[in-house]
């Protein structure tokens, strides 16, 4: 099956720094990624979607400047949680859709391991 | 707005004994309908795509099915390994192209030895 990977799997940081999160598909090429927040017990929420090449397109609520996401090629999309603060920890998701799939025709998202932001 | 209810939030139940998830939806129009497998501290594991009202799909223990206003995940005989939180998620039509999904909170469910 299609291999989604993220980076970090965790980390820790102060309050008012800036934190990067990577999200790769490891075995195929993704036109379109996504990230969701999932907080404990909670649904995940769609922040924004990832299109190769373009500006995201974010949820509403989603405030783009603090969450800034950068889609720079078929297998990479990266977020950064800048000037990160403790209501900002959470559990960050992506997901990526299979770029060879049909056009009109729905492609499964594969998810990451997801990446666990504690902010102090 | 897109919305989706799943019940109940937690079912435990005995080795080998059978027993039904509900994921009921609301959505303008649907494109199609998901079930993820959850375990703690870890992204979704994707389990089965329902496009179309009638629809059945299987896998191992496992079998999904879809109403217009619902989806039921049947699980039969489970083992403890089938211990974990079930989500369900809808991707509705959108003219905009944008194809995230609307998920539910999910069903915790514990399989006891």
């Known amino acids: 099956g299609a291999v989604v990977s993220q980076h970090p799997s965790w980390v820790i940081c102060k309050s008012g720094t800036s934190v990067k999160i990577e999200c790769r598909s490891l075995?195929?090429?993704?036109?379109?990624m996504f990230w969701y927040r999932q907080f404990p017990k909670q649904s995940l929420m769609l922040m924004a979607t990832?299109?190769?090449?373009?500006?995201?397109?974010?949820e509403q609520g989603v405030e783009k400047d603090k969450f800034l996401i950068n889609h720079a090629s078929l297998t990479l999309s990266t977020l950064t949680v800048t000037s990160a603060h403790p209501e900002d920890s959470s559990f960050y998701i992506c997901s990526a859709r299979d770029r060879g799939g049909k056009r009109g025709v729905i492609n499964e998202q594969f998810f990451g391991p997801g990446t666990r932001l504690t902010v102090l | 707005e897109d919305q989706v209810t799943q019940s109940p939030e937690a079912l435990r139940l005995q080795e080998g004994e059978s027993s039904s998830l509900n994921c009921s939806y609301t959505?303008?129009?649907?494109?199609?309908l998901f079930w993820y497998r959850q375990d703690p501290g870890k992204g979704p594991e994707f389990l089965f795509t329902l496009y179309s009202a009638g629809e059945e799909k299987e896998k191992e223990r496992l079998k999904a099915t879809l109403t217009k206003k619902e989806s039921f995940l049947h699980i039969t005989a489970p083992k403890p390994e089938d211990s974990a939180t079930y989500l369900c998620a809808v991707q509705a039509v959108s003219g905009g192209g944008a194809d995230g999904l609307t998920f539910g909170k999910g069903t915790h469910l514990i399989i006891q030895p």
């Open positions: 990832s299109n190769e090449g373009s500006k995201a397109t974010y």
């Open positions: 959505v303008s129009g649907l494109r199609g």
């Open positions: 075995d195929f090429q993704a036109t379109t």
